[in-house]
Every structure is written in structure tokens, then in C-alpha cells.
């Protein structure tokens, strides 16, 4: 198992992107899909701040391919960045 660092946000940004683009949908349909506002996209792909983690999760399991892949890591890197409390009080939201 690696032990990678979590993605910078601007590289999470990108995959964002690439997820998003990769599933044909527009800013304003995987923002429905994802139960978020158009503008949270915006700010995730800009890399302006980093989704909360359910929604990287939900991110995640919609990635296909290498794209999995990528998310997969990612998501191994940033739990284990993040304490345990801070990841129960965001499930707990």
C-alpha cells in the first residue's frame, strides 16, 4: 500500500474535471447529480477549496477506468491525512 500525500486541490480539481467531462455532463447536471449547487463544482474544479468527503466519495464511485483509479488513491491519501473526529463529523452531517 503507498503512502502517498493527499492531492494538492488543484490537481483534486483536476480530476474533478476529468470525472465531470468524462461522464458527458455539464457543470449544472453532475452538481444535480451530486446534490450540490453549480457553483460548488465551480469552486471544486478551480481547486479553490476540496469537496467535503461524501461527495468525493460520490465522485469516486462514479469515475470509471483509470479515473477510478485515480480516485481511489486519492481518497486512501486523504483519510488517512485527516483525523478520525474531523471524518466522523462530516458523516455525521
Do not use: D, Y
Request: proline share 5%.
Amino acid at each position: 500500500m503507498s503512502r502517498t500525500k493527499p492531492l494538492p486541490k488543484t490537481e483534486l480539481g483536476r480530476l474533478i474535471r476529468a470525472t465531470r467531462e468524462s461522464l458527458g455532463l455539464t457543470l449544472t447536471a453532475f452538481a444535480k447529480q451530486l446534490g450540490v449547487t453549480h457553483p460548488n463544482i465551480c469552486h471544486w474544479e478551480a481547486g479553490r477549496v476540496r469537496p467535503p468527503m461524501l461527495k468525493a466519495l460520490n465522485m469516486g464511485a462514479l469515475a470509471q477506468g483509470e479515473l477510478r483509479k485515480e480516485w481511489v488513491e486519492m481518497l486512501r491519501a486523504r483519510l488517512r491525512s485527516e483525523s478520525l473526529r474531523a471524518f466522523m463529523a462530516e458523516v455525521a452531517e
